[in-house]
């Protein structure tokens, strides 16, 4: 069964410091990957995708099929970068979205 | 374009009776999702809509739960005799076509059982 584990629950940071928030899969095919962000009180929006490539607002995430893992991660974080972050799997031929339970991002001044 | 629009955004019932959860995908959009997040727990598939077809509804719960997309007007997620373990939010998206494409989300309905 598909499954995405997120181990945190909640991460907090200085402003300026690495963040790095974790995910980790189960999936026999070749999953699709995906990072969602949730702001408070805002609707939650595609932050990106690994089959892009591409680094949106300064996080980068990368596909390790060895580790099963999509970390997301960030060299210096920003106070606008509080959020709730989820991880999701979309499996091939199939248009749903697994989901992991998501972890609370709180960048402190 | 004002985005998937969920109505309503807060919606309070109580045990037995039924919820009506209404999703408007983006305009152009003919694809929507349904998924639900109960409590500490991340957004769960509940079912994939065409126009008047349903695709995939491997996540409904088998009794009570029902949806539809008909041809004109929003997609409707239908609860009938709700119980107290139904409350959760409620979220739909929607996407323009199949395959690889972003699925944009609406703000959520959050459902509370009395």
């Known amino acids: 069964a598909q499954r995405v584990t997120q181990p945190e629950k909640l991460l907090s940071v200085f402003k300026g410091a690495p963040v790095e928030l974790k995910c980790n899969y189960s999936?026999?095919?070749?999953?699709?990957l995906f990072w969602y962000v949730q702001y408070s009180r805002q609707r939650l929006q595609l932050l990106l995708r690994h089959i892009s490539r591409e680094s949106i607002k300064g996080f980068t995430a990368d596909l390790n099929k060895g580790e099963t893992s999509f970390h997301l991660k960030k060299p210096f974080a920003q106070e606008e970068d509080s959020a709730m972050y989820y991880c999701?799997?979309?499996?091939?031929?199939?248009?749903?979205?697994?989901f992991g339970k998501g972890t609370k991002l709180t960048v402190n001044p | 374009n004002a985005g998937v629009m969920q109505n309503p955004r807060h919606l309070v019932r109580r045990r037995g009776q039924e919820a009506r959860l209404r999703c408007s995908p983006m305009?152009?959009?003919?694809?929507v999702y349904w998924y639900r997040q109960l409590p500490e727990e991340g957004l769960k598939f509940m079912v994939y809509l065409q126009k008047e077809n349903i695709i995939d509804e491997s996540g409904m719960p088998k009794e009570r739960f029902s949806a539809e997309f008909p041809k004109e007007g929003p997609s409707i997620l239908r609860i009938q005799q709700v119980v107290r373990g139904d409350s959760a939010a409620y979220f739909c998206?929607?996407?323009?076509?199949?395959?690889?494409?972003?699925?944009?989300f609406g703000q959520g309905t959050r459902l509370t059982v009395v």
């Open positions: 305009k152009g959009h003919s694809h």
């Open positions: 999701a799997l979309m499996q091939g031929g199939s248009e749903k979205l697994v």
């Open positions: 999936y026999s095919g070749s999953p699709e």
């Open positions: 998206a929607s996407s323009p076509f199949l395959t690889n494409t972003e699925a944009f």
